[in-house]
């Protein structure tokens, strides 16, 4: 059974710091892409950031660029989100999601953690 398990969600201030991690268990890690995704109320999810199975190719979304940072541990099967100077547009639902890489309909998301910056 396939698991991508959220944590490091909460509540910050602007201008600090979140880590989020995903755990993944239950798959072949190093031959998914790994994705951040967010979602507000009443809006489509929206892409975040990408990394390769290399670990080595990554994509962030313009709103992003700059201050967060996706990267990955192939050998503890976890990817992760790294984000500095946070607004309040960061504000959402953050999910984790596996596409494989040859079988792009092989795909699986996380339950989501929750992230709020605000004052």
């Known amino acids: 059974q396939v698991q991508l398990v959220e944590s490091g969600g909460g509540l910050v201030q602007p201008g600090e710091s979140l880590r989020l991690s995903c755990a993944a268990s239950?798959?072949?890690?190093?031959?998914?892409?790994m994705s951040w995704f967010r979602q507000v109320p009443g809006k489509e999810r929206e892409l975040v950031a990408h990394?390769?199975?290399?670990?080595?190719?990554?994509n962030y979304a313009d709103s992003v660029k700059g201050r967060f940072t996706i990267a990955r541990d192939n050998a503890r099967n976890t990817v992760y989100l790294q984000m500095n100077n946070m607004k309040p547009g960061d504000t959402a639902l953050y999910y984790c999601?596996?596409?494989?890489?040859?079988?792009?309909?092989?795909?699986?998301w996380g339950q989501g953690t929750q992230v709020t910056v605000s004052t």
């Open positions: 990394i390769g199975t290399a670990e080595d190719a990554t």
């Open positions: 999601n596996a596409v494989h890489l040859l079988e792009h309909k092989i795909t699986y």
């Open positions: 239950g798959l072949e890690f190093s031959n998914f892409v």
